[in-house]
């Protein structure tokens, strides 16, 4: 019997190995059918092979042509001179053609459809890092997200946070003036903070601008968003602040060869898990955790408000966004894990792109030392005094030059912030102030020059969930000689991915004339009518459409206010030997020439200004 049971166990065992020989040899089968399809079989019938375009070698793509910044503008000019306005281009290999569009016809058709999604791969990427919020969702749960948040980014609901907006800036003000100081009276210390060795001369410095104002916007948005202290600007040590910026220092280090397969076989990541791997989910355990504390304490503190009948007046977005949630149909709110999923995706929007594009604006104004003056002159002209009831915002203030103003021989440390920063300030103060900065028509026009020329987000991708006809607007060369005219339309396949060229289009000398590269805010005070197109704020950076950006005005108004509280009291200019170049790590920032793998740098001179 025993020897029947082992022989019995042995073809049993032959059996498993056929089977799953034969399972394995049906799967490689598969896989290479698919493979075939995929390269061979599939391209001649898509439609956009017939369209004009640059050509490749098998395996080529032209990725790094289309999303390095550093090369990008060119290729877009190149391309669009060469090929119209709609073309194709090589994905992965010859065989994957993607459509781009120029067109604005185009591009408001592919922007407003429900047929256009960002594609599966964008929206695994997004939602591990930030869960599944408002950007990484698509159909009727993205709809249901944007109608609950809409409130929170309302003009009064904005304009309700400039309190804290003024604070952080001019914190970040009193900050600058203590490393200037520190650096008059302690030059190698500042020198160990900089990014590269640079020599400081006596009442200025050398400051990595991005790294100080993306503290501060930190401390913004937690306050502003979730009535929460980092207290980055003061020390970095705040538990979730540093999850933050571990996390995304890894992201900016680009997606690799295993992050990118990963995306379409994610056991790679828990067979083969790196150190980054390990760093994200440790940080996310720590943004998560201290998120549901904050979910559920902001949560019960309004449900104990309405059964109080007390009106407490929280404005930051979490309240707001609760209080929202409750009053929808049951059917259509948002469970606490997708609230979790909201706050994640506002603290990296709103802290990084407006860092960058608060940063981006000092950079172009240290460029151009003319506009600078203008613009400091223009400030200066406002009569109202600033409302958290510290010096005048205007020129009045001579940062080097009186005893109070954190830079002089009687210099002392910067005192404690306050517990609630916005109760400190004037609610009607704040809002006098906030509209006389917002109604500055120079900084206006710079503010939207900057978010023109340095779009934080390089561009996006779309792609067809069924086949389609993309109208256009002007006449397209197809590759067998026929030409299609403004009343035809663009074949596309269902699967077929569609490039949005943000930065392409800011920099379309079509749309902006022959100086579209070049940083001219008084192009704002005529914009030609082929500029007057329906992107947000009068630029492609926030796009448009459902899947636009919901903070577009929270980005202006808090780029309006700290660029008017802090140019009065600084002349910026470029730092010696330094030359600012970008790269894309899900945001277009910053770095120094050949020195790259420090990261995120924008190193300015910075000095006291004393008109």
Known sequence: MAVLSASTLLLLLQDAVRVGTLVALLLLARGVLWLAHMMVIAPPFDPLRKLPGPDAPALQNHFREVMDPNISPDTHHDWVGRYGKMFRFHGFGRHDYRLMAFDFRALSHILNSPIYEKPWQTRTFIARLLGRGVFSMEGEEHKIQRRVIAPAFSTSSVKAMAPIFFQKAEELRDRWL????????????????????????????????????????????????????????QDESEDVYLAYRKMFNVQDKGPGLKAIVSLFFPIINT???????????????????????LVANKKAAILAEKASAQDIDDKDILSLLIKQNLSEESSKRLSDVELLDQLSTFLFAGSDSTALSISWCL??????????????????????ASPTGASPTGGALKADCIPDSGFAETFSPLPAPPTHPSSTIPSDSSAAHCDAIDALPFLDAVVRETLRLCPPVHGIIRVATQDDLIPVSSTVHMRDGRVLSQDEHIKIKKGSYI?????????????????????????????????????????????????SCPG???????????????????VFSPAEGVEIRKFNAILTRPYVKDHWDEGTKLPITVTPYCG
């Open 552 to 570: 577009w005005k929270f980005t202006i108004l808090e780029m309006k206010i700290f660029i008017a509280s802090i140019l009065p009291h600084f």
């Open 271 to 293: 067979l083969f898990p790196d150190d980054g791997l390990r760093t994200t989910k440790e940080s996310l355990r720590t943004i998560n955790e201290a998120g549901k504390r």
């Open 178 to 233: 203590a490393l200037i100081h520190t650096s008059s009276t302690s030059p190698t210390a500042v020198q160990q903070q900089q990014p590269i060795p640079s020599t400081n001369k006596a009442g200025q410095s050398v400051i990595d601008i991005s790294h100080w104002v993306a503290r501060a916007t930190f401390d913004v948005i937690g306050l502003a968003g979730f009535d929460y202290h980092f207290h980055a600007l």
């Open 363 to 384: 950079h172009l104004l240290s460029l151009n030392p003319e506009m600078q003056t203008r613009l400091r002159e223009e400030i200066a002209s406002l009569s109202i």
């Open 499 to 547: 490039h949005v060229p943000i930065e392409g289009l800011n920099f379309s000398e079509d749309v902006w004339g022959k100086d579209a590269r070049a940083f001219n805010p008084e192009r704002w005070t005529a914009l030609p009518a082929s500029a007057r197109h329906p992107g947000l704020a009068g630029v492609m950076t926030f796009s448009f459409g459902p899947h």
